[in-house]
């Protein structure tokens, strides 16, 4: 748990971003706890609104000495909608950071860093990171379009190893992130991928991952309502260390995980080996 504030966070900015709206908040207070993959909670309206959920997105940066947190939203339906609609001076009601990031990079390592559309959001800082403390970085950035991809030219600011796919090939390599991603592993020698995406993304990265031999961390975005851990809406199959499989949280214990031990065909099911599985009624 990375120990969250609750604040009212003034809007500096939003600029559009391809099809994303790039959102930077002064978060006095926040900004210096933030790590890679911590994640942050916006609200919706004012305390009257209807849209009860706060709605969930990945930091995407932070400045400790301005302050500052920037996320990149993408227009999904009502409430990112209506938080796309706010302008600099107004104030969001925000609590951050939230979640538990991904393992920081020990010494100079070669990493993969694999993102699905805003996935590469989480995964640039990290990148950063990693070169700074001497290690070299790639990356694979896809989306279902040109306008979906984010993050390209911050990837290319970091490195030469950077392929773009596309699903319709309006850039890049046409087809999926998969496509070129053992081919990428072998090329740049990674020992670790990291990777944020849609679910099925990163079951199919972790395994491509896996197979060629590289430690496989993931960002992963379950629905989720209180994204502090007490409601259990969003919890994920998951082998612990002793071998035994329980719901863990995806909002304290991830959204970063080893992916392997997440089971990722059996997301959305209660799979009859779980512990505890017995008393939800499974046999
Ligand atoms: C850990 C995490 C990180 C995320 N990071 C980002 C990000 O960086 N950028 C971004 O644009 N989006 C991100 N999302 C998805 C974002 O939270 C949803 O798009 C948003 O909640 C949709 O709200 P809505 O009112 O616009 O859509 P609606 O579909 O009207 O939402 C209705 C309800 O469903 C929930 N919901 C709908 N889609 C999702 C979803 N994909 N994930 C979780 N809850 C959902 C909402 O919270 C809300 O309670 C993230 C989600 C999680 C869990
Ligand atoms: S969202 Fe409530 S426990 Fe995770």
Known sequence: MAHPQHIRAEILEIS????????????????????????????????????????????????????????????????????????????????????????QPAGAMTALFVGGGYGSAPLLPLAGQTVEQGGSVG??????????????DAARRLTPDVLVTTDDGSAGIKGQVT?????????????????CGPMAMLAAVTGIAA????????????????????????VLPVVGEDGVSRFVRSCVEG????????????????PADLHGAAAMGVR
């Open 16 to 103: 559009p971003a391809g099809a994303y709206g790039r959102m930077v908040l002064r978060a006095p207070g926040i900004a210096a706890r933030v790590r890679p993959g911590h994640f942050a909670a916006l609200a919706v309206g004012g305390p009257d609104s209807a849209m009860l959920l706060r709605r969930a997105f990945f930091i995407h940066g932070s400045d400790p000495a301005e302050e500052t947190v920037t996320l990149v939203l993408a227009e999904s339906g009502r409430g990112t909608r209506e938080l796309l609609r706010g302008r600099a001076g107004d104030s969001v009601d925000l609590v951050a950071p939230l979640g538990t990031a991904f393992p």
């Open 139 to 152: 990356f694979i950035l896809g989306a279902a379009g040109a306008d979906r991809l984010y993050g390209v």
């Open 179 to 195: 496509l070129p991603l053992a081919e990428a592993i072998k090329a740049i020698g990674a020992e670790v991928v990291y990777a």
């Open 211 to 234: 197979a060629e031999g590289a430690r496989v961390f993931c960002a992963v975005e379950e629905a989720m309502a209180c994204g502090v851990g007490v409601c259990m809406s969003c």
């Open 255 to 270: 959204p970063c995980f080893d992916g392997t031990r997440v089971r990722w065909s059996d997301v959305g099911t209660i």
